[in-house]
């Protein structure tokens, strides 16, 4: 399978815990974002990275989220302190930086924090 | 800062019937992309829409593109049950990077 792979698909949490998920892009692109869903809503842009480079992060995002993609390929994405309102699915896609910006988007982990 | 919606939030036809969405941004936007996700799924790419007054079709799908760049729709002509799914609109602003703003999407079923 060469699409967008994330790990885990499901997270289930205690307030104020860690957690960490993983994306795994499409190999040739070098485009990644961090989205998060909740029930009825569109996906809400988290951020940003060309190659390793994180260009923009959500005006939105706490300072509780932060992303990593250390060698321009897998990335994660790590919640500290989970909170309630946490709770969603994170979304992870990848595209290339040419073209028509297509993201191809990963099944998601959802994340459930009690 | 930048919005984008998307009415109806819901909608029931019978199959063979048409269907329309309609997103609009409150601001303009520099290009706006058409995703498709089905119950359970997530969101596949559908289209991009970048000239004002673009008009493309991909098969029973019609997209279009206003001419401020401020609104889009599409319209999916007769129907068929493997249509079911929410269809979001994204929008790109001129100073927003690369960052897309999804509308609230519109759940389309479809009444066999």
């Known amino acids: 399978d060469t699409g967008v792979s994330q790990d885990p698909r499901h997270k289930i949490t205690k307030r104020g815990q860690n957690v960490t998920f993983r994306c795994d892009p499409i190999?040739?692109?070098?485009?990644l974002y961090w989205y998060r869903q909740t029930l009825g809503q569109g996906p809400e842009f988290l951020t940003y990275?060309?190659?390793?480079?994180?260009?923009?992060k959500s005006r939105l995002l706490s300072d509780r989220f932060s992303a990593e993609r250390p060698k321009g390929s897998f990335s994660t994405l790590e919640i500290q302190r989970t909170e309630q309102g946490d709770s969603a699915m994170y979304l992870c896609?990848?595209?290339?930086?040419?073209?028509?910006?297509?993201?191809?988007f990963g099944p998601g982990t959802r994340l459930t924090v009690l | 800062g930048q919005q984008v919606m998307q009415i109806p939030q819901y909608q029931h036809v019978q199959e063979g019937e048409d269907f329309t969405t309609y997103c609009n941004s409150s601001?303009?936007?520099?290009?706006i992309q058409w995703y498709k996700q089905r119950p359970g799924g997530h969101p596949v790419f559908l289209i991009q829409?970048?000239?004002?007054?673009e008009v493309k079709k991909q098969k029973r799908l019609t997209f279009q593109f206003g001419e401020a760049k401020k609104n889009s729709s599409l319209h999916i002509t007769a129907t068929q049950t493997t249509d079911v799914g929410t269809y979001f609109c994204?929008?790109?602003?001129?100073?927003?990077?690369?960052?897309?703003?999804f509308g609230t999407g519109t759940s389309l079923t479809v009444i066999p």
């Open positions: 896609a990848s595209s290339l930086q040419v073209g028509a910006n297509e993201q191809f």
């Open positions: 190999s040739e692109h070098n485009r």
């Open positions: 990275f060309q190659n390793e480079a994180q260009l923009e």
């Open positions: 601001t303009t936007l520099s290009n």
């Open positions: 829409l970048v000239k004002s007054g």
């Open positions: 994204a929008g790109r602003g001129p100073n927003t990077g690369n960052q897309f703003y």
